[in-house]
């Protein structure tokens, strides 16, 4: 099992910058994607952003350009550093990890960003 903790939502007004951290602990062997997913209140939830074990990174329309995915190998965090935040950006963004390969899927329970004059 893989627990993982997510940290760094909350309110910020159009045109600010959040960082959203999420530290994997326990059974922590062979992960090898780490990313991040949101899920806006009547919407599915969706892919913003991964990173894989060789660092290469993929990110879907609603962050490129604003959000850089980033990941520490040796303390098992990613992290998800977004600017220019606009009011669409509101939602729950998950953590999310898979393990060896795909075989095992985690989620964090969630962090909310609202963004809001």
């Known amino acids: 099992q893989v627990q993982l903790v997510e940290s760094g939502g909350g309110l910020v007004q159009p045109g600010g910058s959040l960082r959203l951290s999420c530290a994997a602990s326990?059974?922590?062997?062979?992960?090898?994607?780490m990313g991040w997913y949101r899920q806006a209140p009547g919407k599915p939830r969706e892919l913003v952003a991964h990173?894989?074990?060789?660092?290469?990174?993929y990110y879907t329309d609603s962050g490129k350009g604003r959000f850089t995915i980033s990941r520490d190998y040796a303390e098992n965090t990613v992290t998800l550093q977004m600017n220019n935040l606009k009011p669409e950006d509101t939602a729950v963004y998950y953590c999310?990890?898979?393990?060896?390969?795909?075989?095992?899927?985690?989620w964090g329970q969630g962090t909310q960003v609202t963004v809001s004059s």
């Open positions: 999310n990890v898979l393990q060896w390969g795909g075989v095992y899927e985690y």
């Open positions: 990173i894989r074990r060789d660092r290469t990174t």
């Open positions: 326990g059974n922590i062997d062979s992960i090898s994607t």
